[in-house]
């Protein structure tokens, strides 16, 4: 909705690069093991590991750092037993929250998440309990004032390389389509000069929940945020939309 900030909008604009540079690292390079581990060391046939190793070259991880990664994955080197599991649960008015968690301490990392969780006004759920709300899907985002093209054309080179939705926010384009048309399509805007200010594989809320209130909204950025910084957190995804005029309250 147009006046709405997102939690994927918002955590990009709030973003502490410098602060956060470390834990990108730790957490790129678990995705990698976890990836390679899962579907092997070919990027041309392992599309999740495809995804991880270029994520790992736009946040500037050398190349050592990467194959010494996927080496661990495969098992060719020592490290970390790392299990991978989603939690589901919720965070304050309601707002549905799914977890990617990549630990090597399932009892250590519950605890903690559970933690955070109930200092916010949150709660885990059971398994299931708001997955039905999201769907797996590619999302790009391009900024309006990024590209001298008009949303029509925008919105015809993404459908005809293949998008399945083009969504107009107040200050970007939105590109959703099937997790494995999202190169695709990607390279295709690239390649007509549209420039992509993000890509990735997402879980796409169907339906969301409006945060009115000042605490309400404040506590709900806190849990984001606090989660997004746990080692063993690789991605939160929320339902949750905030008026704009609320987010710049709460940044003033």
Request: some cysteine; hydrophobic content about 40%.
């Amino acid at each position: 909705m147009a006046g709405h900030s997102k939690w994927a909008n918002i955590k990009h604009r709030k973003a502490r690069v410098d602060a956060q540079k470390g834990k990108i690292f730790t957490k790129l390079s678990k995705e990698l093991m976890v990836a390679a581990r899962e579907g092997g060391g070919d990027i041309d046939t392992n599309f999740r590991l495809r995804l991880a190793v270029q994520k790992a070259r736009e946040e500037n991880i050398p190349n050592d750092n990467i194959s010494r990664a996927i080496k661990k994955g495969l098992g060719e080197l020592g490290g970390m037993k790392l299990e991978e599991f989603t939690y589901e649960g919720y965070g304050p008015s309601g707002a549905a929250l799914i977890l990617d968690i990549v630990t090597d301490n399932r009892n250590r990392t519950a605890g903690e998440i559970r933690n955070i969780l109930s200092r916010q006004g949150g709660n885990l759920g059971e398994a299931g309990c708001v997955a039905w709300m999201f769907k797996r899907q590619g999302y790009i985002e391009v900024e309006k004032n990024g590209t001298a093209m008009d949303e029509d054309e925008v919105m015809l080179m993404a459908l005809d390389a293949g998008a399945e939705d083009f969504r107009v926010e107040e200050n970007t384009f939105e590109v959703i389509t099937i997790p494995e048309e999202m190169e695709k399509v990607k390279e295709s805007l690239v390649d007509q000069g549209i420039e992509v200010k993000l890509s990735e594989i997402t879980m796409v809320p169907q339906s969301v929940v409006e945060i009115s209130g000042q605490e309400d909204a404040a506590r709900i950025i806190k849990l984001m945020e606090t989660l997004e910084d746990h080692d063993d957190v690789q991605n939160v995804y929320a339902n949750f939309e905030i008026p704009e005029e609320l987010m710049v309250s709460l940044e003033t």
